[in-house]
RNA sequence: GGGCAUGUGGUGGAAUGGUAGACACGCUAGUCUUAGGAACUAGUGCGCAAGCGUGGGAGUUCGAGUCUCUUCAUGCCCACCA
């Protein structure tokens, strides 16, 4: 009999049948009830890392939970595999990257067996595969019928040097990753997809989300940044074309309209240069050059002084009738509100630092009463009370915001507006290793979507992937140059891939369906396993990813392809892998590479120690000593098994507690019920698995401490160790997956132990025969009691009152109150 | 600047408003061993003690790590969004 645990055999032998005969594969057909846990999919980049280990364990853990608790579970897993890093590696070796991506898959493909994750293989998703990126195609020219993919000109962070556009991960402090240059931006016809159209929904169906933590809806909801304000057009008293003109501006302080003292507009404005006068027109257009030339980065910066230059021309307040200056400054967002800003110094602080540097008149229109402020120093920005703004003096101004926006509504030169700080999403890459973008520009008839019978697409494999400064496709001899679906004529093919972010909006779809050919999806089949019961990944994702699923499925959904409106049910953010106190990083040198960990203490004991010592949704700092620890436990539970193998049976009968004769079986048992309740409870709330392994560690220890009590057993005893034993495999087989496996063959075991149903608890055991009764004087604890757990309200207050230390305390004073808490404490009061 | 978290022994962390420090790591003794970085046993918040203890200060309560207010510190995310 083995008296130590040897993981690397035991875990590649039960790897391989777990594999062959194919345990986790999910029926799409099956009565019970469903259950979809998911993780985040992995993006192929060589090797597993521990954050991976984390994530995909939790998971794991739930899934085998569910399974035993009667859900047919569906846990997949794939592969978000189009992407930079494939070509970068590609460019580095002028390879393909799909041959890098293939080798990547293959490697971690195996330590995800090895990990000894049940997913269901035949539904693995790979989305640089033409069978999936079809559909991504095909989703796309939905979209584009929709009216929810669109064209446009837009900025690009572009490279100087290697003369081609970044990603905003290529960018780093406002340089290019590659040669160290400033990237400039530049402007290029790009395609949008119009997420913006579902703002409000986005934003609304937050509150449907009850099983995501606040922190990401509230990240969520400060992106989308919806705010109520006005819109109010001023017009333009001398435009130098002499039309006529006006500027509107979005403002969500309209209280504030009678402090305006001049006006400002993004250098990208569009009537920028008819606002122009002749005399500033050189100032101006040097500006903008600046301003476009300037890095995003650059441009943003906080701590940089605000500049502007005056356009010449001026407008009139309707309010107030008076005449204020236009000026041109950065701070001026072109693409949020209307592009332009009214200016009131004194009660907004960046409209009072351009003020003060270029010496525009300030003019106070909101006053706290009881401390007015001139604001000469610093802009009064909180709630206060109308002055010099004429009919609506006095009036407070939360309440004049409605009011002055009212009048303007009735005078024809504004309104009410929503605004919302969402972008449409810009989704061309001009890069390789994406999906390609099925359209086609035909010099006749313009922009044409392929044809959805001509999908996919696919990605040219005879390009040259060392050249610089254009994308690899474009060196393509065979991709460019394709027919007109409408005319017949000579088209070119979009050059530009997909972002990534498009695979992976939907790819949580697909696996419901995965070996679809004929469609995406099936309906029915994604109406039955979604939404995704528990969602779980890190949360660096909390915004994009997230949200531009959570719109995809709104899309979809308004496509007539599936029923819900949200993919995500319930979602759980985990903590990242730290060491040291700082993020597990290749360049820290702090990497803990799970090869290692499988290799010398197997991966149950990475499982293990992966849960055990945070909850999931905090950080956890990797220690060695923690493996090492973990591992003895293992080592321990092993022993314990192996040692009284002979002594056990699979097929313990049901205990009850009464027909039990021995005192230390009844603890025992007693115990045994506690563990199934407690762990059984944990997993279910919140799925706080620390304290899971920290009940394993409890059980097992009163397994030990009965064990210590007996020498010899009889059929009682055996009974009851049977039990404690098979308990506890069962409950920890969804933790140490290899171990409890070979432990339930060990003791005679049919099947698979993950077949097993999970342990049912009996309210009435799971709690000891007796209590410690605390008493305490005054709130503080002064004495304890051991009595009968059923023991009376009356006797618990006799037996606290009878205690000698009580009586020492409460000789010679008034006794005002007892408080007793049932079956706990006795508080005394005295006075 | 805004938002969101988090503050408990030497360390990771437990505690439906009811025994603070479960369970571990570490450490200290000891047992068994040729040896042990294995296993087992005992101990381990601080303080000689009375007592004191959950970042600081107030408050609610018979009773506060937990609830309220306030303050400080740390971390993360967003950041010229009018």
Redesign the pocket.
């Known amino acids: 009999m083995k008296q130590s645990y040897y993981p690397q055999e035991i875990e590649k032998k039960w790897m391989k049948i777990w594999e062959e005969k194919k345990v986790f594969k999910t029926d799409n057909n099956s009565d019970k009830p469903k259950y979809y846990a998911l993780s985040m999919f992995p993006y192929p980049s060589g090797k597993l890392h521990m954050g991976h280990v984390r994530n995909y364990t939790i998971t794991d853990v739930i899934a085998r939970f569910k399974k035993a608790n009667g859900f047919n579970v569906l846990h997949p897993i794939g592969w978000d595999s189009f992407g930079l890093p494939a070509e970068n590696a590609a460019m580095k070796h002028n390879a393909d990257p799909e041959k890098w991506t293939d080798e990547n898959i293959a490697y971690m493909t195996q330590q995800l067996k090895m990990l000894g994750l049940s997913y269901d293989w035949d539904r693995e998703v790979t989305t640089c595969k033409p069978d999936y990126y079809k559909w991504t195609q095909w989703i796309f020219l939905q979209l584009y019928k929709k009216g929810l993919v669109y064209k446009k000109e837009a900025a690009v962070n572009w490279c100087p040097d290697c003369g081609t556009v970044l990603a905003n991960e290529q960018v780093i402090d406002g340089k290019c990753w590659r040669c160290d240059s400033e990237v400039e931006k530049k402007y290029l016809s790009q395609w949008f997809v119009k997420i913006t159209q579902y703002a409000d929904e986005l934003l609304k169906d937050l509150d449907l989300l009850k099983g995501w933590g ?2 990401v809806k ?2 969520q909801a ?2 989308i ?1 919806k ?1 109520h ?1 006005a819109i109010f057009r001023f017009p333009v008293v001398d435009a130098p074309s002499g039309e006529k003109m006006e500027v509107p ?5 309209p209280d504030t309209v009678h402090g305006i003292t001049y006006l400002v507009v ?1 250098p990208e404005y569009k009537d920028i240069e008819k606002l122009t006068t002749t005399e500033n027109k050189q100032a101006v257009e040097e500006y903008r050059a600046n301003a476009r030339k300037m890095s995003e980065i650059e ?4 701590d ?1 002084t ?1 500049t502007g230059v005056p356009l010449g021309t001026h407008c009139k307040n309707p309010f107030t009738g008076e005449i204020f200056p236009l000026w041109t400054a ?13 200016a ?1 110094p004194t009660h ?1 602080t ?2 009072f ?1 351009f003020a003060k540097k270029y010496n525009l008149p300030l003019k106070v229109v909101i006053q706290n009463p009881e401390h007015p402020s001139t604001c000469e120093t610093e802009a009064y920005v909180d709630e206060g009370v109308l002055v010099n703004s004429g009919e609506f003096n006095g009036m407070k101004n939360t309440e004049a915001k409605k009011a002055i926006t009212q009048k303007a509504v009735d005078e024809g030169f504004g309104e009410f507006k929503t ?1 919302f ?1 969402l972008r449409d999403w810009l989704i061309s890459r001009q890069r390789y290793w994406g999906a390609p973008i099925p359209v086609v520009y035909c010099d006749k008839c313009g922009i044409q979507p392929v044809p959805e019978d001509q999908l996919p697409v696919l990605l040219p494999k005879d390009v040259d992937f060392s050249v610089v400064g254009k994308s690899p496709i474009t060196t393509s001899p065979t991709f460019k140059d394709t027919v007109c679906p409408c005319c017949g004529g000579h088209a070119t093919r979009e050059m530009d891939t997909m972002d990534t972010f498009i695979c992976s909006s939907w790819y949580y779809l697909r696996y419901a369906d995965a070996n679809n050919d004929k469609e995406c999806f099936n309906k029915d089949i994604v109406n039955k396993w979604l939404p995704v019961d528990q969602y779980v990944g890190g ?2 994702h ?2 994009l990813h997230l949200l531009y699923s959570r719109f995809f499925t709104k899309a979809l959904r308004d496509c007539g392809l599936l029923d819900f409106d949200e993919p995500f049910a319930n979602l759980l953010t985990q903590g990242m892998v730290l060491k040291d106190g700082s993020k597990m990083s290749k360049s820290k040198g702090n990497t803990v590479d799970p090869d290692e960990i499988f290799e010398n203490y197997g991966a149950d004991t990475a499982r293990l120690f992966i849960l ?4 999931p949704a ?4 990797w ?1 060695d ?2 493996v ?2 973990c591992y ?2 293992l ?2 539970v092993w022993r314990l098994v192996s040692s009284n193998a002979e002594n056990i049976s699979p097929c313990h009968s049901e205990l009850v507690s009464g027909s039990i004769q021995n005192k230390d079986n009844d603890d025992l048992v007693r115990t045994v019920h506690m563990a199934i309740k407690g762990i059984t409870n ?1 997993i279910t709330n919140e799925f ?1 698995f ?2 899971v ?2 009940k394993y ?2 059980l ?2 009163a397994i ?2 009965w064990q ?1 009590k007996k020498s010899d057993l009889n059929d009682e005893d055996k009974n009851v160790l049977s039990f404690a034993i098979v308990s506890m495999l069962k409950l920890m087989s969804p933790v140490a997956v290899y171990l409890t496996e070979e432990a339930w063959h060990e003791i005679g075991g049919e099947g698979s132990i993950h077949d097993q149903a999970w342990c049912k608890w009996d309210e009435n055991l799971a709690k000891s025969s007796s ?2 009764l ?1 008493v ?1 004087v ?4 002064k004495d ?1 009691i051991e009595v009968d757990a059923e023991i009376s309200k009356e006797d618990m207050e006799k037996q606290a009152l009878n205690s000698e230390k009580v009586k020492a305390l409460t000789d010679g004073k008034t006794i005002v ?1 007892v ?1 007793v ?1 049932p079956k ?2 006795v ?1 005394i ?1 005295v006075k």
Not at 299 to 302: F, I, M, P, W, Y
């Open positions: 606040d922190n509230t990240m400060n992106w940044g705010s304000g501006v979005y403002t969500t302080r993004a441009r943003l910066s906080t940089r605000k950065d701070y001026a967002l072109v693409e949020y509100g209307t592009g332009a800003v009214m009131v907004d960046r409209d630092d605004q700080r949360i660096e909390a915004i055990s010592d945070s909850p905090r950080d956890f700092d220690s000593a923690g090492e620890g003895k436990f080592n321990r944990d706080q620390n304290t392994i920290s560690r409890e097992v220890n030990y401490d210590g209590i410690t605390v305490q005054n709130g503080k604890v304890k109150k408080i808490v706990k404490l508080n009061v």
